[in-house]
């Protein structure tokens, strides 16, 4: 009787260095699987840790700023900035950390919160927003990220993610991990800055009585768009649509000067 070989099907080919591709997608929803319970559960307790971190332990990270010399160019703009960042963290009770003014000489206009009460901006920032109540929105803005505790979960997330990769992946980033995850933190980033936003706009109508002048930053973020479709927008910027964004605190600043 004549020897037939079993039929080995896909073990023949990977003992050959073979992969199918239903041995790859099985890989990849694998990775994914694994990359969606790493986002909703270890996102989670990073997010539930970062509620709870006492403002004493926040404090220890905080960074005293080197304001710019008096014959700095800058000088005169960053203490009209600093005015203001005074007088609007002198109108609410915010949290109890070390809050300061950093400046930072780069031609783009940005603003951005650092954990332990730090709020920077840029040169190219006090060039373009000249008004106060540019400024002032623009500076409340950053204080409602550190008043929702944004900086420090963003931290405790990415502290997490690090971790998670490592163990996953080795040292050795993988590119497809990097990615996904990545994009998921997008739209977590865009509820930060609604909420920011909101605070914001709340705390200029508080520390000025109106909210006129307020949206100089965004109407220029909006005339300097680079003309992506709604849809790419949302989908890759880490920042809310910024006409939608115009039309909800335009909105909002109706109601709040009604009152």
Known sequence: ?????????????????????????????????CLAGLYLGFGWLAERFAAYIPASWESRLSVAPTPPAEDDR????????????????????????????????????????????????TSGLLEKVTTEPGRAMVLAHEFGHHEHRHTLRRLGRALVFQTAMALLFGQTANPFAEVSVAMAELSYSRDQEREADEFGLRLVKKAYGSTAGTLEFFEMVEKEDLGLSKKWQ??????????????????????LDKK
């Open 234 to 255: 949302t989908m890759f910027s880490s920042h809310p649509i910024t006409s939608e964004r115009i039309v909800y605190l335009r909105e909002l600043s109706r109601e």
């Open 74 to 121: 800058w000088f005169a703009e960053y203490q009209k900035t600093l005015h203001i960042f005074e007088k609007l963290r002198s109108t609410e009770k915010l949290r109890e950390i070390p809050y300061a003014l950093f400046l930072v000489e780069m031609e783009e206009p940005n603003a951005f919160a650092i954990p332990g009460g730090g709020v920077g901006v």
């Open 1 to 33: 009787m004549p020897y037939v070989p079993p039929n080995l099907g896909e073990s023949a080919e990977n003992s050959a260095g073979i992969t199918s591709w239903k041995t790859k997608a099985k890989d990849v929803a694998i990775v994914c699987g």
